[in-house]
C-alpha cells in the first residue's frame, strides 16, 4: 500500500509538471468572409495573429507574450513600429520559415537588417492581400522633453484587406485626423494605454469618426476598458468586443 501511495504522489507530481509545460491557449475569434473563415488570435498587448485560408500573419510578434517556436510559422508577418514590445528580432526569427514576407518601418530595418519598408501612406499587394501603412503618431501625449512618444513617419498602422475584409491595427498612435479619413473598416484594433496611446474618450472619438464595424481595444495595459464601453453605449454602428489584450 506505501509503494501504492507513493507511485499516486509521484504521478501527480509529474502531471503538474507537465502541465506548467502546456501553453494555455489564447482567445481566438473567427469572423466570415469570403475567401472562408478569418481567425484572429488575441496573443497580447499588440500581438496578433491572423490565420485565413492556411496563410498566417503575425502582427508585432513578442516573445514576451508568446513562445513562437509552438506557433504556426508565419507567410506574412507586420511590424509596427521599432519599441521592443513591438520589435522583437528573436520572435520574428522563430516565427520566419523560407518565403515570410516582412513589412516594417524604416527605424525596424534598420534594427532588424532585412524587410520590406512600407511608408505611411504606401500600398503593397503581397500573397493576395493589400497591405496599406498608415500614419500612427501622438498630438497630445509627449516625453517630458516635449518630443511625442511616438513622432509622425516613425511608425505604421496597417489595413489590412482579405476576404473583402478590412482590418485596420492602428500601432501605437492618437486619434489623430487620418482616422477621420478611414473608410469600410471592418474590423478595427485601437490602442488605449497611457500615457503612450488613447484615453478612452479619444478611442470613443475615433470610432465615431470612422464607424468600424467590429472594435477590439488593445494595448490597453491597465486602462479601465468599461470607461469606454460607457462611451459607446447607444453606438449601434460599431459592436465593442474587449478581449486579453493586456
Partial sequence: MKDQRIII???????GVLM???QIPFEQDTIQTNQGPLAITFIGHGTLMFTIN????????????????????????????????????????????????????ETCAQ??????????????????LTIEAVPAYNLVHKRDNGQPFHPKG??????????YKKIYVAG???????????????IAFLPMNLPYTMTPEMVAE???????????????????????????????ETEVRVRKLQ
Fill in 54 to 105: 492556411k496563410m498566417v500573419i503575425q502582427v508585432d510578434p513578442v516573445s514576451g507574450y508568446a513562445d513562437y517556436s509552438t506557433l504556426p510559422k508565419a507567410d506574412l508577418i507586420l511590424v509596427t513600429h521599432h519599441h521592443g514590445d513591438h520589435l522583437d528580432p528573436a520572435a520574428i526569427e522563430k516565427s520566419s520559415k523560407p518565403g515570410t514576407e516582412i513589412i516594417l518601418t
Fill in 9 to 15: 504522489v509521484l504521478i501527480i507530481i509529474l502531471a
Fill in 172 to 186: 501605437d498612435t492618437e486619434n489623430i485626423p487620418e482616422m477621420s479619413n478611414l473608410k469600410g473598416i471592418d
Fill in 154 to 163: 516613425e511608425g505604421n498602422g496597417y489595413i489590412i484587406t482579405c476576404g
Fill in 206 to 236: 475615433a470610432v465615431k469618426a470612422f464607424k468600424p464595424k467590429i472594435l477590439y481595444p488593445y494595448h490597453y495595459g491597465e486602462t479601465d476598458v468599461n470607461q469606454l464601453l460607457t462611451l459607446l453605449k447607444g453606438f449601434p
Fill in 111 to 128: 534594427q532588424l537588417k532585412k524587410g520590406t519598408v512600407l511608408k505611411n501612406g504606401e500600398t503593397r499587394i503581397i500573397k493576395g
Fill in 20 to 22: 506548467s509545460f502546456t
